[in-house]
């Protein structure tokens, strides 16, 4: 087999094997359960959350995945936005890469985190790129797989960190005509946004982050009331809720067998953080498809990504270099039910040059899912502010 030079970018197409969604469904009806957690069962509200995600809710999640769910139709909407792949570094990076019409249009990468997958932005993507309201602005929107998710490949060694795959999508972007173009992202795609704007200032116009990270070490002297309860809240999540990190940061191997052998082990793992970090109260169906959340577990479970997407966290948990500071355009937003909100006096201490903040009235860790038309008119009016600044 001839192997691809490093610029190649092929068309591709996703496409199960039937034998691969028969397989699915024969594990999903073949599951062996635990018995009921012993918490707050009778009782709506998060409390029912304590031990983990419910068995009623669980069973409820399985049997709609086994008996209506449809992935052919996920599929379909992944080929009609375009999907391309490329070696990028010696890997083989998917994409979704939806050009708009307008002449105006601003190169855009957008990079998503765990346990999320490109399935956060499918319901963007149109919008973005070619809006309603022919007076929004309009991007051409690029949509990585991070390396070990999705349809890009599995790294066979260690090293593919946030550093290496900022500069790696500046490395795709340039392949695309982008020399110059925005970034936005959220939880790890956040981190990997702050190293483009950090390390890649010649390239990128500016940014839009959900997932502000300010350096360590600063004090809480002069924040806000609202800005204290910020730090409690995030302080209060790392530690008492962020097992499953410091487990994918440890010891992704462990977890990793469970999590490509059994669609229930997988489904639960990921269930628990769109119900815990979304804004709703008693399910994270309150806001979130149960399809939309299927297409991302289902995506997971057939390139048989568990172990390598978790594999993020031993290369990078806790690695943003403390010193890193950015200087392009930055807009920030700060959602309420966020896993971590950053106070702006610190987020000002690496983000030199803010040009707008906003903290919304709803939403949580997954705002393109939860809330997708306020997700849009924040990022275009983020983006706006910062390829305002740039002139």
């Known amino acids: 087999m001839t192997r691809p030079t490093t610029s190649d970018v092929h068309a591709f197409e996703a496409h199960a094997t039937d034998a691969d969604l028969d397989d699915l469904r024969a594990r999903l009806a ?10 707050h069962r009778a009782t709506p509200g998060p409390r029912r959350w304590q031990q983990g995600v419910p068995l009623a809710d669980l069973v409820n999640v399985v049997d709609y995945w086994r008996t209506a769910y449809d992935w052919r139709s996920f599929e379909a909407r992944l080929n009609r936005i375009g999907q391309f792949r490329t070696v990028v570094d010696d890997l083989g990076i998917h994409f979704l890469h939806r050009r708009s019409a307008r002449a ?8 998503h985190g765990w346990p999320g997958s490109i399935a956060e932005f499918i ?7 070619d ?10 929107v690029v949509a990585p797989s991070l390396p070990g998710f999705g349809y890009s490949d599995k790294p066979a060694t260690t090293g593919w960190g946030t550093e290496r795959i900022a500069a790696a999508w500046v490395e795709l972007m340039g392949r695309l005509g982008y020399r110059r173009f925005a970034a936005h992202g959220g939880d790890w795609g956040g981190n990997i946004t702050t190293v483009l704007g950090g390390r890649f200032p010649a390239h990128v116009l500016g940014i839009h982050t959900t997932f502000a990270q ?11 009331a609202t800005e204290r309860r910020w730090t409690e809240e995030t302080h209060d999540f790392w530690h008492h809720r962020a097992a499953y990190a410091k487990q994918q940061a ?3 191997q462990t977890i990793g067998y469970s999590l490509v052998d059994s669609p229930v082990g997988l489904l639960a793992w990921i269930l628990d953080k769109f119900a815990e970090w979304t804004d709703t109260e008693d399910s994270p169906f309150e806001t979130l498809s149960m399809d939309r959340v299927l297409d991302d577990v289902t995506l997971y479970w057939l390139t048989r990504t568990g172990a390598s997407a978790a594999r993020i966290y031993y290369e990078s948990h806790n690695s943003l270099d403390p010193e890193l500071r950015v200087d392009v355009p930055s807009a920030i937003t700060m959602y309420p039910r966020d896993i971590e909100k ?6 000002q201490e690496r983000y030199r040059q803010i040009v707008r903040w906003r903290s919304p009235d709803s939403g949580g860790h997954f705002p393109s899912l939860e809330v997708p ?3 849009v008119k924040d990022l275009r009016e983020g983006l706006a502010a910062v390829l305002a600044a740039q002139g």
């Open 373 to 375: 038309d306020c997700f």
């Open 342 to 347: 950053c106070p702006r006096p610190w987020a």
């Open 123 to 129: 319901d963007v993507v149109d919008e973005l790129a």
């Open 131 to 140: 809006p309603q309201d022919a007076g929004a602005p309009a991007f051409h």
């Open 214 to 224: 300010a350096p360590p070490g600063l004090t809480t002297d002069g924040l806000t």
């Open 250 to 252: 440890t010891r992704p």
């Open 104 to 111: 105006d249009a601003t190169p855009l990468v957008l990079t």
């Open 30 to 39: 073949a599951a062996r359960l635990p018995e009921a957690e012993t918490v």
